[in-house]
């Protein structure tokens, strides 16, 4: 079904002794198609790309040489409201076999999505399960609400991302709350929304370079996300590019100031980084030796697996592709991420763009919520989490998940007589909660 | 009799019950109890006071009953004071020995004294104690008393109870606003390992836990110096509430099905059995499983004494405690409570009893008791030491002020 076109990143001064990868991107909703847009003015073929959306008039209006348009009614009903299993039904029945041909036959998926919204979050994990069933390697941009667009759809997206990390085999997040920090007090809404959709696009333009580049030293940048998956199914991913005779240090600079590396934590809590430099036939051994000293240096005690490869069409330039595996911390980001954004929210309305780059430099809560939200668990081991939160559920207001979060507290557990009384805290327990349910003992 | 240093009063104002013990001093320097008096306590949790009017017309009951039984006038108290903020640790304190020939004299021990006394804690905290351990002289360990010996340093280690001030004074200022005087302050728990041990079992190692109504102190005694001490806002209230909870009872009830049926332990024998409660608001008569209540109070007791086997294993003095663990306190009125101590903390354990002062024997050998004898014995401690201290002018002063008391 799908022609397999030559690629607009097929390398023309070092032909590749393998078999070019088959690339494809997917652009899910409004979010997706504007990302694909982004990857369309950055000179990537039409053909490879495939727009999914319910709006005919955003999708004639996109430059991707596939369309599909889902124009049923369960879905539209769906948009806007907690839509998500039921997009992702109507599309599982549906669209399924169309979606699955598109895939057939690609070695490497790109998938587009806003997360938040009905469409994309529903449709991003089918797709993914279609393409990964297809035989394909499945790799994830996604885009966060940013804060203020409230708890119900920062929850939509989490649920969203949890489908996708199953579905997929790498994902990659952008909070668009990052966006925040890069643009100025005056930048207007639709702009922001052109800039986060910038940063996405230029993500998945960096990696699709990056596989079609020439592997020349290490692993290709496929088997970098092959071994990042294996460790994780999310990672925090980051890239720079640099031209001149500086480009190396330039290179290394732009990437530790990239909103999603900032933080030296990323780098040192990773179970595991994978680097690729990326360049064109000029690239330097001692350039690439200077950026892996560097980055070694900033991983420190992680370990940290690399590749080079050569692209004709960088030219003159050099991309730093840089993916760090996400420690599994899912439970305690769910737990802090409430109080987080009650504190932004209220921190917001005065912050000028000052304020926050400081904020974003030093201050401790804030970067906590500036990483991305937390990888997905096996489903066994999160029944085991549940049973236990299930056991100690005596605590009451600790350890619900996220989901739960604008429903009413499942119980609280009435201390009696010692209501009022100071609490009785010993090692981070109350001890005036009766003892029986704190143990979680059965009383049959 | 009516000499009023021979008389010594302990008060006990704890969660359930405000106790008044009056013991006398006799000449010789013999301590004979000879009243008693209790109230039930209303405007006290956890060991400190919540509602200070109730508290102290509990206390002047109990304080009036003492004094009708024992036919005297109580002019000052020795009072216990709990709580979940007091805190026990162990200091040192450093004092080279400057005299030419090296020998040490009692300024010196008075010095290394005063200097493990000085401890650096918060403004707001009170030091309730400064119990004198053992002295090092040159790094030798184990001396009782280094008076006349030579050596270039001396030191001394002592056990500090510390706590929060104001809460300290709530307590103290609830007893002067009934125009008592208050000897002294004392630690609960000390005061119960005084009235429960004999000088032999603090010097092979005794641990006395003492379960109250609001609060357990326990205090563990090694080659007979106090080594640990430690508190625990946990006590009997906390069993009842939990069954008031667990069962769906009111708490007087839970109180009463607590003394009537509870036990330490889960028997198998009771396994399904249930107890049928009249109900007094013309509903259904409430069925209550019995296993269900001894298995509420077992595990919150088996707690208590599991949070106190950790910290005396962090503590690093459980091995210490070789004579074996006496408990005392109005929750250890609660059947095998003794055997589900030994489960848990793995050494010997019996009830405690206070033989070791004469008068009112079967009275008072109760185990809620202990904290008020062990306060009088305390006051008595003080008492000699006072008057053999006290030299002609001090008398005379002390007798001159308390003719001006009057």
Same mark, same amino acid.
């Given at each position: ?5 030559? %690629? ?35 000179? +990537? ?126 994902? +990659? ?15 207007? %809404? ?28 290490? %692993? ?89 490869? $050569? ?125 029986? $349910? ?7 | ?21 009056? =013991? ?10 000879? =009243? ?169 190692? @005794? ?55 509870? @036990? ?33 109070? @077992? ?16 503590? =690093? ?12 306190? =109005?929750?250890?009125? @609660? ?72």
């Amino acid at each position: 079904m799908n022609d397999p076109e030559p %690629l607009a990143t097929e390398p023309h001064a070092y032909p590749s002794p393998k078999p070019q990868l088959k690339i494809k991107a997917f652009g899910l909703g409004s979010a997706g198609v504007n990302m694909l847009d982004q990857l369309g003015l950055d000179g +990537i073929t039409a053909a490879s790309l495939i727009a999914v959306h319910w709006d005919a008039g955003a999708l004639s209006a996109c430059a991707a040489g596939e369309k599909v348009h889902f124009e049923n009614k369960v879905c539209r009903r769906a948009s806007g409201s907690d839509g998500s299993d039921l997009a992702a039904a109507m599309a599982t029945e549906d669209q399924l076999p169309r979606l699955k041909s598109l895939c057939s036959g690609v070695d490497v998926i790109l998938i587009m999505a806003g997360m938040g919204g009905a469409f994309g979050t529903g449709l991003s994990g089918v797709v993914a399960a279609a393409a990964r069933e297809a035989g394909a390697f499945v790799l994830a941009f996604v885009a966060l609400p940013f804060d203020c667009e409230g708890s119900q759809r920062a929850q939509l997206a989490e649920a969203g991302l949890k489908r996708l990390r199953e579905a997929a085999d790498l994902v +990659i997040c952008w909070p668009n709350q990052k966006t925040l920090g890069v643009i100025d007090e005056a930048t207007t %809404l639709l702009d922001t929304f052109k800039a986060s959709n910038r940063f996405l696009g230029n993500s998945v333009c960096a990696a699709w370079r990056a596989l079609g580049g020439d592997t020349a030293m290490g %692993l290709s940048f496929l088997d970098l996300c092959r071994s990042i998956a294996f460790h994780s199914p999310e990672c925090v991913f980051g890239i720079a590019t640099a031209t001149g005779p500086n480009r190396a240090p330039d290179a290394l600079e732009h990437l530790v100031a990239h909103p999603m590396l900032t933080d030296t934590e990323v780098f040192q809590q990773a179970p595991a980084a994978g680097v690729c430099v990326l360049g064109g036939p000029a690239l330097a051994m001692a350039e690439v030796n200077r950026i892996m000293d560097q980055l070694h240096r900033r991983c420190e005690d992680v370990p940290v697996l690399m590749g080079a490869a $050569i692209s004709a069409e960088l030219g003159e330039s050099l991309l730093i592709l840089v993916l760090l595996a996400r420690p599994d911390r899912s439970i305690e980001a769910a737990e802090s991420t409430p109080d987080d954004q009650a504190m932004e929210l209220a921190s917001r309305g005065s912050a000028d763009l000052g304020t926050q780059l400081l904020d974003n430099a030093a201050g401790q809560r804030r970067h906590s919520r500036f990483v991305p939200p937390p990888p997905s668990l096996p489903p066994e081991k999160m029944a085991q989490l549940l049973k236990q939160q299930g056991r100690g559920a005596g605590r009451g207001r600790k350890g619900q998940s996220k989901l739960r979060q604008t429903q009413l507290p499942l119980e609280i557990v009435s201390k009696g007589r010692f209501d009022k009384s100071e609490p009785t805290i010993h090692k981070g327990e109350d001890l005036d909660v009766p003892t029986y $349910i704190r143990r979680g003992v059965a009383l049959n | 009799m009516f000499d009023p240093s021979s008389i010594i009063v302990g008060l006990e104002v704890g969660t359930s019950k405000v106790c008044a013990v009056v =013991g006398e001093l006799s000449s010789e320097g013999a301590l004979n109890i000879v =009243g008693l008096g209790q109230a039930r306590s209303r405007g006290v949790r956890k060991g400190e006071i919540a509602d200070a009017p109730a508290a102290e017309e509990d206390v002047r009951h109990a304080i009036v009953e003492a004094e009708q039984m024992a036919d005297v006038e109580i002019r000052s108290v020795y009072l216990g004071v709990t709580g979940g903020h007091l805190r026990g640790f162990n200091n040192r304190g450093v004092h080279p020995v400057v005299s030419a020939d090296r020998e040490i004299s009692e300024d010196d021990v008075q010095d290394v004294i005063k200097n493990a006394k000085t401890i650096n804690l918060p403004a707001q905290n009170h030091v309730v104690h400064a119990i004198r351990q053992h002295f090092l002289v040159d790094g030798q360990d184990g001396i009782t008393n280094p008076v006349g010996m030579l050596g270039a340093r001396v030191e001394v280690d002592v056990h500090v109870v510390h706590g929060n001030l104001n809460r300290l004074q709530n307590a103290i200022r609830t007893v002067k606003g009934l125009q008592l005087e208050v000897d002294d302050i004392v630690f609960c728990g000390l005061a119960s390992s005084l009235a429960l041990l004999s000088s032999e079992q603090k010097e092979l190692g @005794s641990l006395v836990i003492d379960i109250g109504g609001g609060t357990t102190e326990y205090v563990v005694y090694a080659n007979g110096i106090v080594k640990h001490t430690g508190v625990l806002a946990v006590g009997g209230d906390h069993v009842s509430n939990d069954l008031a909870y667990g069962l769906k009872v009111a708490l007087s009830r839970a109180e009463q099905l607590k003394l009537e049926h509870g @036990s330490a332990l889960v028997d198998e024998s009771i396994k399904s059995q249930t107890l049928t409660l009249a109900s007094e608001l013309g509903l259904q008569p409430k069925q209550i499983n019995l296993e269900h209540l001894r298995r509420i109070m @077992s595990v919150r007791l088996e707690e208590i004494f599991q949070l106190i086997g950790q910290d005396l294993e962090q503590a =690093g003095v459980l091995d210490d405690v070789r004579a074996g663990v006496f408990l005392c306190g =109005g929750a250890t009125r @609660s059947p095998e409570i003794a055997r589900l101590a030994e489960h848990v903390l793995g050494i010997p354990v019996c009830v405690g009893k206070t033989n070791s002062i004469s008068g009112l024997k079967s009275a008072l050998d109760q185990p809620e008791f202990a904290t008020a004898i062990g306060l009088v014995k305390f006051g008595s401690f003080h008492q000699r030491k006072r008057t053999a201290k006290g030299s002609l002018a001090d008398g005379i002063r002390t007798t001159l002020g308390s003719i001006f008391r009057r």
